[in-house]
């Protein structure tokens, strides 16, 4: 599946816009530090998981270590269960771990790495960094509603259309399909640009 991903179709105009991204791991990986990169949407449910996932799965592909995503919303509801679907459609081994009102899955990219604990929370968890990191606003409510992320180092939007709208629509499987594709294509753009 990533071989396949063709990083010539991003603009001019959105590689713009994952430039301080790509600044933010280089100046990491020269200064020796751990990259800390936490998601963060409304309701940590659709776009922060995919980008959290593909983000981790490319630092694997490009062998680039002390790489630590994560994800967070401004509340949580639930992982909707169409971005677990739509990853292991893409060849991730996804299981559950628990069955609740916000269930927790386990997502795996390659074997012998642990698994990403996939669930929705607010950005301050405990699961996640408390400084040291980069906030990246995947959605735009996101980015507008918090100015201020506790603990971050930088703030970086990169808003992605939400496939939301096309639930229990017939191109809903099409559609998330194709955000997880345009967040997997940039995510790999922005690690094949890192200086390791």
């Known amino acids: 599946m990533i071989k396949q991903l063709n990083s010539r179709t991003i603009t ?14 280089n100046a990491k990986l020269s200064a020796n530090q751990a990259i800390r990169i936490n998601f963060i949407c409304t309701h940590n449910s659709r776009r922060s998981h995919l980008s959290q996932v593909w983000a981790q799965t490319m630092a694997y ?12 919303g401004t509340e949580s509801t639930a ?3 169409m971005v677990a679907e739509t990853l292991q459609n893409s060849g991730f081994q996804i299981n559950t771990i628990s069955e609740t009102d916000n269930p927790v ?9 642990p698994p990403i604990i996939g669930f ?9 960094p408390k400084s ?9 409510q996101a980015d507008g509603g918090c100015p201020f992320i506790a603990g971050a180092e930088k703030r970086i939007p990169i808003t992605f259309e939400d496939p939301k709208v096309f639930d229990n629509s017939p191109q809903q499987v099409a559609k998330y399909q194709e955000r997880s594709l345009q967040i997997a294509t940039e995510m790999f753009y922005v690690f094949s640009k890192i200086n390791s």
Request: hydrophobic content about 35%; proline content about 4%.
């Open 12 to 25: 001019g105009e959105r590689k713009a816009v994952l430039q301080p991204l790509t600044d933010f791991i």
């Open 61 to 72: 592909y490009f062998n680039i270590n002390n790489v630590y995503c994560y994800s967070g």
């Open 79 to 81: 992982l909707f269960p």
């Open 105 to 113: 899955y386990s997502i795996k990219y390659a074997h012998n790495e």
């Open 120 to 128: 929705s929370k607010k950005l301050d968890d405990d699961f996640n």
């Open 132 to 140: 040291e990191f980069a906030a990246i606003m995947t959605c735009s």
